[in-house]
């Protein structure tokens, strides 16, 4: 399948997105499409700003504090265990944070933090599907794939104390 891509300056630097022929969002990433590719390893991406154009506007608002939600639609493909933990994931509020034992609780599988996690890491849509919102049960950021001052950075544009530093 040929997805399309797009990469663009933000204030958290460069963020790289993808999409399918229909338009849902299937990767994003903060970094350039190196860092996109290896997200979704075999995917044939081509360039093409135009058909990414209403996702990188999402983003591009969402990330400059102008807007709250997202309405893109997600096709993340993972494995049924990882796509639950991306609902449940989509599911934790904007200015919310929980643990990684928390989601796993939600997800039906108490005691599995540590696959939780596992999952959490393989999202293949960061921020959209909100990962972010994940941290530690004593209250400290770790874990994210894009660096503990990105993930403090978007805790902080989403009003929540971001932990210890």
């Not at 891509?5 to 990767?27: H, I, K, R």
Request: proline content about 6%; aromatic content about 8%; overall charge positive.
């Amino acid at each position: 399948m040929s997805l399309y891509a797009d990469t663009f300056a933000t204030a958290a630097g460069p963020f790289s997105l993808a999409v399918d022929a229909e338009g849902a969002v299937v990767g994003a990433v903060f970094g350039d499409a190196g860092a996109l590719r290896a997200r979704l390893p075999g995917e044939l991406l081509s360039a093409d700003p135009g058909r990414c154009a209403a996702a990188r506007r999402e983003v591009q608002a969402y990330l400059a504090g102008e807007r709250r939600d997202f309405t893109l639609r997600v096709a993340g493909r993972g494995t049924p265990f990882q796509e639950r933990v991306w609902a449940a994931l989509r599911g934790i509020p904007r200015g919310e944070t929980i643990s990684y034992g928390e989601l796993a609780a939600r997800v039906g599988r108490p005691g599995a933090a540590r696959a939780v996690g596992a999952a959490n890491a393989q999202n293949p849509v960061c921020l959209i599907v909100p990962c972010h919102r994940v941290i530690a049960a004593d209250g400290r950021l770790h874990g994210y794939a894009f660096g503990e001052a990105t993930k403090r950075w978007l805790l902080e544009l989403e009003g929540v104390p971001a932990g210890p530093r």
